[in-house]
């Protein structure tokens, strides 16, 4: 289970906050996060160019990316124009990582406030805050002025101000207040924009080895190692794991990488980290079917099967549309001897997602071998 999102390239964000103008209503937030939903699922950039707000982005961007005032006219000029080219890459790569986003409600986080998306990356998650702005157009007042990911803990303007300045010629000064001054010198400045182009290149192995070869105490900054975890979730199962034991090392205790580390607690089978983490999100996100399949997962590795069907049961019917939730609860169920409660959740499998059963899809399942042999199933299973 991956919950980590790779986010659009080159993204070592530090810093928090961003320009955040008037709000508009409560219904203007939930029709922009339907609509942002909508247009990621049809892979749309032009409806996703028309709801962020390109200048209030831009703006956000160059207060990270511009040095002098001179500067960040000239940024916010470029930026103004490159926000649609931001958005398609943004869209390829949820694309590649086969991901769909569900609106869930508006939600207040950290101060700021906005629909909250959850995109649903393959077998993981992420958690998307639509940072809003009333744009005062004549369609519709509510705009994104910028976007907040739960994997990373930053908002994308940071994500994107940041890796300006590193691709560019970032001063002695801009790095030392991301990494310590006590850490930069001439080689690390130029391995920094070495790995900003190769990123650009899609050279992942290469952006990888350069920032593997820091050396000292910067090798295992979380910024590091955040952006080496984005490389190799791409690269290498196994790479991903170590990078992931690394973090976990060195920064097990900062909540900005929580949610990240909780792909390395079931690795590791460290159950009571994993419930943990799962409870921290929830306090931070909400109630969610998602957390609730996750506790699942947690109790039926500890073998608490009870436990495990009632946080299963919980999660379909927070989100009856999600499947993982319905297979979880059909596995607790049979392992529960639960057989008519079994075959409703079959008849729900196929009755809203396609499915059409037959006796020769249990035949040699462990699972199912006591199932198989019920009253209930063959009365299921047999019936004209």
């Keep these: 289970m991956k919950t980590i999102l790779a986010t659009i390239a080159l993204g070592l964000a530090a810093f928090s906050g961003g ?3 008037a709000t508009p209503s409560d219904p203007e937030l939930v029709e922009l996060g339907e609509a942002y939903a909508l247009a990621v699922n049809q892979r749309d950039t032009n409806a996703l160019d028309t709801l962020i707000s390109a200048q209030h982005l831009a703006e956000n961007i160059v207060e990270i990316a511009g040095d002098s005032a001179e500067e960040k006219q000239i940024l916010l000029a470029t930026f103004r124009k490159e926000i649609p080219s931001i958005n398609r890459r943004m869209l390829v790569e949820l694309d590649r990582q086969n991901t769909s986003a569900i609106y869930l409600r508006i939600h207040e986080f950290n101060g700021m406030r906005g629909p909250l998306v959850r995109y649903n990356v393959g077998g993981g998650y992420n958690y998307v805050l639509l940072i809003p702005v009333a744009v005062g157009r004549t369609d519709s007042v509510a705009r994104i002025s910028d976007l907040y990911f739960a994997t990373s803990g930053e908002l994308m303007s940071e994500t994107v101000g940041i890796a300006t300045q590193l691709a560019s010629s970032p001063s002695e000064t801009f790095l030392g207040k991301l990494f310590g001054a006590e850490q930069i010198n001439r080689e690390f ?48 199962e196994a790479l991903y794991r170590a990078e992931l034991r690394r973090l976990a090392e060195h920064h097990n205790d900062d909540p900005r990488v929580a949610f990240t580390l909780l792909d390395h607690y079931f690795y590791e089978n460290n159950l009571d980290k994993a419930m943990s ?108």
Excluded: C
């Design 19 to 21: 320009a955040i103008a």
């Design 189 to 236: 400045v130029g391995q920094i924009q070495q790995v900003a182009k190769l990123r650009q290149e899609n050279r992942l192995r290469e952006a990888y080895d350069v920032l593997d070869q820091t050396e000292g105490g910067i090798r295992n900054h979380r910024l590091i190692l955040m952006n080496t975890i984005q490389i190799a979730s791409q690269l290498d």
């Design 277 to 384: 983490i799962i409870n921290l999100m929830e306090r931070s996100y909400g109630e969610d079917g998602v957390f609730n399949l996750l506790r699942a997962n947690v109790e039926f590795a500890r073998g608490r099967i009870d436990a495990a069907r009632d946080y299963a049961k919980k999660s379909v019917q927070l989100e009856p549309g999600n499947e993982d939730a319905h297979w979880t609860l059909l596995t607790t169920l049979v392992q529960s001897e639960m057989y008519a409660e079994s075959v409703a959740e079959l008849k729900a499998l196929e009755s809203g997602f396609g499915y059409a059963f037959a006796r020769e899809n249990f035949d040699g399942e462990p699972l199912y071998a006591e199932f198989i042999k019920s009253d209930e199933f063959a009365a299921w299973i047999d019936a004209p």
